[in-house]
């Protein structure tokens, strides 16, 4: 069983800076890949960024790929999501996810399918005005 609590969230001007991170429990987080999706009013959970159990793969979506980076600190059991260059088009509710995996090959299959993850946070929302 793994609990994960998301913190970090709040408002910010556009073209502004916020840190997520992401704090699990259980001592096997570290065997999880860890991703962090968001899901705007009106709109369907989309993916943004997804990272290796041990860091060494990190995926991002297009929209946001060169302004956020996903790391994590295992021995910390947590996750974080640096967030630069925010936009009013990042305004969402971000969740961070663990998802248990076999290979780097099946995680490759699986990162961007919400429906593949085994836990989620209850998110922290994100605001960025204009």
């Known amino acids: 069983q793994v609990h994960l609590v998301e913190s970090g969230g709040g408002l910010v001007q556009a073209g502004g800076s916020l840190r997520l991170s992401c704090a699990a429990s259980?001592?096997?987080?570290?065997?999880?890949?860890a991703g962090w999706f968001r899901q705007a009013p009106g709109k369907e959970r989309e993916f943004e960024a997804a990272i290796s159990r041990r860091g060494t793969a990190a995926y991002y979506a297009d929209s946001v790929k060169g302004r956020f980076t996903i790391s994590r600190d295992n021995a910390k059991n947590t996750v974080y999501l640096q967030m630069n260059s925010l936009k009013p088009e990042d305004t969402a509710i971000y969740s961070c996810?663990?998802?248990?995996?076999?290979?780097?090959?099946?995680?490759?299959?699986?990162?961007?399918?919400?429906?593949?993850?085994?836990?989620w946070g209850q998110g922290t929302q994100v605001t960025v005005s204009s």
């Open positions: 259980g001592r096997t987080f570290a065997t999880y890949g």
């Open positions: 996810t663990a998802l248990q995996y076999d290979s780097i090959t099946d995680f490759n299959n699986l990162y961007r399918r919400p429906d593949e993850y085994d836990y």
